[in-house]
């Protein structure tokens, strides 16, 4: 027997009691035969519901990981409390099933991802501000790093006006920003720059700490998002229902 602590990401339903799950673990993602886990009276029914944070001791049979049994570390009941909040939830796991695979050293991915579903939960950040910070974070972490160091034609440090470029990640400044060659660019001031810097750069402890204008919040979701979509090279059904929950 081995014991895993995990984040549930997805449930398919095996027959009328069993189902797998999809568990991410700070060493990859893991998928676990848990059976019996749809009965209403099971042992282990909590513990395997989607995004509950738990502690596994899984058996191994040939290459298919088996539940024997499961202890919840924390549930985020929370986030049943919104639509918004679990369709959410549900994109950042989407992402997660997309960029992690089995075997990877994803540790500080996993903090990342619990320290957001807590801030999700509790209410206590904006969901834009959280949805930002997760997709640039995440897309840092795991080498697709935006250059945020100083603008790339002429190295200035902190111009008050810039110009993203989701292609690359790299910024210019309005001087050095050509309108008929350049494409594809978030225009922003400097709060926008540091915004971002904050969430590629600092600390852990840190991360969350920091708020930002309506205005800057705007730049910066189109920046954060497009730069995912351009990156991964794909859409997400999840996010596309998130954003219909605040447009209808």
Excluded: W
């Excluded at 790093?145 to 603008?151: G, K, L, S, W």
């Excluded at 730069?227 to 219909?244: M, Q």
């Amino acid at each position: 027997m081995t014991n895993i602590e995990g984040v549930v990401l997805k449930e398919r339903a095996v027959g009328e009691q069993d189902k797998f799950i999809d568990v991410f673990t700070k060493n990859g993602i893991i998928e676990i035969s848990a059976r019996g886990a749809r009965k209403i009276n099971g042992r282990s029914g909590s513990s395997a519901q989607l995004f509950a944070y738990s502690r596994f001791c899984v058996a191994s049979r040939g290459e298919r990981l088996y539940l024997n049994s499961a202890e919840p570390i924390h549930i985020f009941y929370g986030l049943r409390s919104a639509l918004t909040k679990v369709s959410l939830a549900s994109y950042f796991a989407d992402i997660l099933r997309f960029c992690i695979s089995e075997e990877t050293d994803a540790g500080e991915v996993m903090r990342l991802f619990l320290n957001t579903l807590h801030y999700l939960e509790n209410g206590t950040r904006s969901e834009a501000l959280l949805k930002a910070v997760f997709e640039l974070r995440l897309m840092s972490e795991i080498g697709f790093m935006p250059d945020v160091t100083a603008c790339r034609e002429c190295g200035s440090f902190e111009p008050e006006k810039i110009f993203f470029f989701v292609a690359d990640g790299s910024f210019c400044c309005k001087d050095c920003f050509n309108a008929a060659s350049d494409i594809g660019c978030i225009k922003g001031g400097l709060p926008l720059l540091r915004a971002v810097r904050h969430i590629v750069l600092s600390d852990y402890d840190r991360l969350f700490n920091f708020r930002v204008s309506e205005e800057v919040q705007s730049g910066l979701s189109a920046f954060a998002e497009q730069y995912v979509t351009v990156h991964l090279e794909r859409s997400f059904k999840t996010l596309d229902f998130y954003r219909s929950l605040h447009t209808a």
